[in-house]
């Protein structure tokens, strides 16, 4: 069984950055699709950021592009969100998730098989 574990949410001031880390146990980490997903309060569930088993392909919500970095270091089963200048529209609960399944990556939250408990980020003006 795999578990998630998410870390480094916080607060911070507009313009400032956070770097969110996921750490998964269980089975062998480096086969499985990781996603960032957040959901702000009365919002639905949106994909930040997506990567490839081996981390040579990412995908980023426009939303985030140009801000964001998405990483993982198979070696120490952690994949990253780096962010940067952030908005107050960043502020939402943090979820990373993984597939199970063999894919690329992927934007559809119901291909993500486990789930993090997610992790608060809260961006003041």
């Known amino acids: 069984q795999v578990q998630l574990v998410e870390s480094g949410g916080g607060l911070v001031q507009a313009g400032g950055s956070l770097r969110l880390s996921c750490a998964a146990s269980?089975?062998?980490?480096?086969?499985?699709?990781m996603g960032w997903f957040r959901q702000a309060p009365g919002k639905e569930r949106e994909i930040v950021a997506a990567?490839?088993?081996?981390?040579?392909?990412?995908y980023y919500a426009d939303s985030v592009k140009g801000r964001f970095t998405i990483s993982r270091d198979n070696a120490n089963n952690t994949v990253y969100l780096q962010m940067n200048n952030l908005s107050p529209e960043d502020t939402a609960v943090y979820y990373c998730?993984?597939?199970?399944?063999?894919?690329?990556?992927?934007?559809?939250?119901?291909?993500?098989?486990?789930w993090g408990q997610g992790t608060q980020v809260t961006v003041s003006s």
């Open positions: 998730a993984a597939s199970l399944r063999r894919i690329h990556w992927t934007v559809t939250g119901s291909l993500y098989d486990v």
């Open positions: 269980g089975r062998t980490f480096g086969n499985y699709a």
């Open positions: 990567i490839n088993w081996s981390g040579s392909s990412s």
